[in-house]
């Protein structure tokens, strides 16, 4: 975050100037991450699932003819593409990998250095095995380490030695992100979901109206890149963000991408 962010809005708040955006936008760019936002968190990650409700609300959106839809997402592109299939767009592993119009792209440095990754997720099965609770997630190009589930005592223990093996098999081409009860291992390259999202930007109108809902620090880049002529949702509780509307939980998004897909999608399309 940067000292310029502020605690958003109520999103109640921010929905006249969002009307009176799409009223003058000829697109709507609506991307969506997933854990957190579509799917409510759960301890085992394996088990996440959009809610009926985001589900029906997704489909819908993405249906409409004036609206582009994205699901930008920290699993694997292959994990998160199954989750949710009404989308147009994908993006997983934070951005480094994108699929759209048919063909996947994939960061080329991330692709060179998924050896490493692999490598850093041997050890740490190994060395963070007698702790309970903890699961390391190896998504090729990134990898997560998942403490929600360890005892509280424990997380510094997992932490340190996160970062000892980041450091013996990274050789300062792999860094380590924070997230909700979450440590990211990736390759240390100046890339994020705010780069996916203006890439798919980049390809439509002028006049599209972009619009990112995430709940996580991983999707403070996202809401840079479509702040301030669009419009960042975070999700969860009021905290600083660079985005300039907040709703409280998954249900809350399942409404707002209700209006999206139904009044939203008709002032773009007037």
Sequence with gaps: MTTDDTVPDPLKEQLPAVRAALSNASRLLACLDFDGTLAPIVDDPDAAAPTPANDAAVETLAAAPAVTTAVISGRALTDVRERVDAPSIYAGNHGLELERRGSVAVHPVARKRATQIERACKALETLLEPIPGTRIENKRLTATVHVRSVPAAAEPVVETHTREIVDRFGDDALEISGGKQIL???????????????????????????????????????????????????????????????????????????????TGAELVAE
Aim: hydrophobic share 45%; charged share 25%.
């Design 184 to 262: 990211e291992i990736e390759p240390s390259i100046p890339w994020g979901k705010g780069n996916a999202v203006e890439l798919i930007e980049a390809e439509l109108p002028a006049d599209t109206v972009a619009l990112y809902v995430g709940d996580d620090t991983t999707d403070e880049s996202a809401f840079r890149a479509v702040e301030p002529d669009g419009f960042g949702v975070l999700v969860g509780d009021a905290e600083q963000s660079a985005a300039s509307a907040r709703v409280a939980s998954p249900d809350e998004v399942a409404s707002f991408l209700e209006w999206l897909g139904t």
